[in-house]
């Protein structure tokens, strides 16, 4: 089973796409850090409640040592906020694959030895997975693109790429 951290952005994204029950039902082990939810907003971290109860979705609160850990890890990249630093020592902590479309988090946290997965590899789970159709994973990710997160610049060429694959699944 693979075991993933979440960082906000791709929550945030999800949870405007409403498809985030799906997520949650993809055969991952799911965690994010105590710093990463309270980046949420009040509606956002609603929509996450039920997981967090359920034990789907684990919080972890991180340590002394940790706190330590990340200090360092800011002032080697200090682009990064305390939150971003926490999904590096957690994902570190437990084994897990960091889930961000955080460019710079990407970067950094690959140079520390991180696998690091984003938006693209969730909705190919989500249809792997028959948690999205092919048609409703074009629509969200098209969603995505176009109304969610404009800013968000994920490569035209490997959206398309799926698109076009599930258009003609």
Not at 97 to 125: C, E, M, P, Y
């Amino acid at each position: 089973m693979i075991v993933v951290v979440n960082d906000a952005n791709v929550l945030i994204d999800l949870v405007k796409l409403d498809i985030i029950a799906h997520f949650f039902e993809l055969p991952l082990v799911f965690y994010t850090t105590d710093f990463i939810l309270e980046e949420l907003h009040t509606e956002q971290i609603e929509c996450l409640t039920p997981f967090i109860q359920s034990g789907t979705f684990k919080i972890l609160s991180l340590s002394a040592e940790d706190l330590m850990e990340i200090n360092i890890l800011q002032a080697e990249k200090a682009q990064l906020s305390i939150q971003d630093c926490s999904a590096i020592v957690c994902s570190n902590n437990i084994n897990g694959s960091l889930i961000t479309s955080d460019n710079n988090l990407r970067k950094f946290a690959t140079s520390k030895n991180v696998t690091v997965r984003g938006h693209l590899w969730v909705f190919d789970q989500m249809v792997e997975h028959g948690k999205l159709s092919p048609k409703e994973a074009v629509v969200k990710l098209t969603e995505l693109n176009t109304r969610v997160n404009v800013r968000l610049n994920l490569p035209k060429a490997e959206c398309d790429l799926r698109i076009k694959k599930w258009e003609n699944s």
